[in-house]
């Protein structure tokens, strides 16, 4: 083994997509996740990580260490004509991959990636990777990369799938008849550990899983090992994770169970039950099956290479979404072969490649327990995440399967994997300096050395605001008014202390508006007309023109 390897850990990375805050067993789910319970068993269980509300945006954070409009992607892939809000990585940033490959780690990806503009899957005369306003994981620093050019997508026939710089013919995997999208990210991410782990390089490998996102899609025999259990309905199982993550100690007895959301009926209210038991149980198979495929990544890591000497960090991009799908043309290539079939209309049951549903909200209220709300939102549903960190030789002698309290965000990653790395961020880029991170090293908390965080918090997603900042925390809907939350006694968000505590909710609100024009926020009424527009010639960015709008104090 060369002296560079014993010195630099590997660093593998992985992230799901749309996983709620309870939905794996060691943070209170009963869904089988034996792989992740092992990761934390021998590292750490974060109870307070944060991303971002929505995919790309905590992609971006993830990868750059900066707040998402600070990286050019303040909502979502399409370009809404402001460099906050351009829909792919900006130039004034790093990524991870970059700055890792430069100093010799073999950089590679399995995955989604969310950060490089918008494909509209109908159109694919259109797409054009690896142009301006199409940064790829090959131009944004990584060596070699499987996988889509979108976030969610059929997991049968996912479009806009590459092999590093081209793209795969779907008929291809098609005419094999076994393809799994989860598979072969996890079959993908396997092959780059055999391959590359051998030699004298340490790695860094990203791994991002589009499960569970939406649509529900899995394979018949892992549905089937969920099919009775969810019969007994959301509100027992809410009730039941609840009880789970209290005496596992990952949320705190004192924060009372938030009450189910308004607009989720009492299970014995509803009409369909198997129909609604069948949802949450190719949910729990799409999670399950992605457990397995992580189970295989580190039994590659522990067979090609030095395991110790690994730095894994697991982690979900936001809340569990309450989305349902949009039934217009964009979602119809996701079901191609039963396209009358892709709604939850119909009374079909979900789950093949012929259906595209989602779980709805009440399941969602389930994943997100024991919080409020959901993935858009920044009330703590829409942004609470969990987090497993594990790096057996660096954790020592520091008790493994503890848990540590002190809040950590998407921001934090960059930093602690280049402490991990012994490297820094560099200050320029091609001549011009480059916004440095946000985030804070958590490696700290993985040492057993106490850790908390000095520094506050934002989030902006569509208009919903946050801050949080110490044991405080201020929070308001698009539109609405803002709300003051202690952190410490009260994080599931159930007593407002704004009227009691108005002087506490200025200061938040003084610093997330300060946070807010220091990071190029607009004001989300500008944005929204421009986002509701999907251009359907995705390659034309429309001109600048709300330069004018960022955000001031009332807006
Ligand atoms: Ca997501």
Same mark, same amino acid.
């Given at each position: 083994m060369s002296k560079k390897r014993a010195t630099r850990p590997n660093i593998v990375l992985i992230l799901a997509d749309d996983l709620g805050f309870s939905d794996i067993g060691c943070y @209170?789910?009963?869904?089988?996740?034996p792989s992740l319970d092992r990761l934390a068993a021998e590292g750490v269980q974060f109870t307070q990580a944060y991303g971002c509300a929505r995919c790309a945006p905590s992609q971006a954070s993830i990868l750059t260490g900066l707040y998402p409009h600070q990286a050019g992607? *303040?909502?979502?892939?399409?370009?809404? @004509?402001h460099p906050s809000y351009q829909g792919f990585l900006s130039d004034r940033c790093f990524t991870i991959a970059e700055i890792l490959g430069e100093i010799g780690y073999r950089t590679l990806m399995a995955g989604n990636w969310q950060v490089g503009g918008s494909y509209d899957i109908r159109y694919p005369e259109t797409w054009r990777p690896g142009d301006t306003f199409h940064p790829t994981p090959l131009t944004r620093g990584f060596e070699h990369f499987y996988g889509t050019?979108? *976030? +969610? *997508? +059929?997991?049968?026939r996912p479009y806009t799938l590459m092999d590093d710089d081209r793209f795969v013919e779907l008929e291809e995997i098609e005419e094999s008849g076994r393809y799994y999208y989860t598979d072969a990210v996890t079959d993908s991410a396997v092959g780059f550990v055999t391959e590359y782990?051998?030699?004298d390089e340490p790695l860094f490998l990203f791994v991002s899983y589009t499960a569970p996102h939406w649509p529900l899609q899995a394979p018949s025999d892992d549905i089937a090992r969920y099919s009775r259990r969810y019969l007994r309905g959301w509100d027992e199982l809410r009730a039941e994770r609840h009880r789970s993550q209290v005496d596992r100690g990952v949320? =705190? =007895?004192?924060w009372g169970l938030s009450p189910r959301d308004e607009s989720a009926p009492a299970w014995r209210k509803v009409k369909r039950p198997e129909w609604e038991a069948r949802r949450m149980a190719v949910y729990a198979a799409q999670i399950d099956r992605m457990d397995r495929g992580i189970g295989k990544i580190l039994s590659a890591l522990e067979t090609h290479s030095d395991y110790e000497n690994t730095l894994v960090l697991f982690l979900s991009d936001n809340g569990a979404s309450a989305d349902d799908v949009p039934d217009d043309d964009s979602t119809r290539p996701l079901a191609p072969t039963g396209e009358e079939d892709r709604t939850q209309q119909a009374g079909v049951m979900p789950g093949g490649g012929d259906t595209c549903m989602s779980y709805g909200l009440p399941w969602a209220n389930v994943s997100n327990t024991p919080f409020r709300r959901f993935k858009r939102r920044v009330h703590e549903g829409g942004i609470s995440v969990p987090l497993i960190v594990s790096w057996p030789r660096q954790a020592g002698s520091a008790r493994p399967g503890r848990m540590v309290h002190g809040p950590v965000h998407a921001i934090d990653i960059v930093p602690s994997c280049l402490e991990a790395a012994s490297t820094s961020y560099p200050t320029e880029r091609r001549g011009s300096p480059v916004q440095l991170p946000e985030g804070v090293s958590f490696l700290a908390g993985l040492r057993g050395d106490s850790w908390e965080r000095g520094e506050p918090l934002f989030w902006e997603h569509e208009g919903n605001c946050a801050v949080r900042a110490g044991e405080w925390k201020l929070v308001r809907m698009d539109g609405g008014d803002w709300e003051l939350y202690s952190m410490a006694e009260d994080r599931t968000e159930l007593r407002d202390l704004r009227g009691e505590r108005p002087a506490v909710a200025a200061e938040l609100e003084k610093m997330w508006t300060a946070w807010a024009q220091r990071c190029r926020v607009l004001a989300w009424r500008r944005m929204a007309g421009r986002a509701a527009q999907?251009?359907?010639?995705?390659c034309t960015p429309p001109p600048d023109g709300l330069a004018d709008g960022l955000l001031g104090r009332h807006s």
């Open positions: @209170g789910s009963e869904i089988a996740t992607i *303040g909502h979502a892939a399409a370009h809404l @004509g050019l979108n *976030g +969610c *997508g +059929c997991y049968y782990a051998p030699y949320v =705190d =007895d004192r999907q251009p359907s010639e995705p």
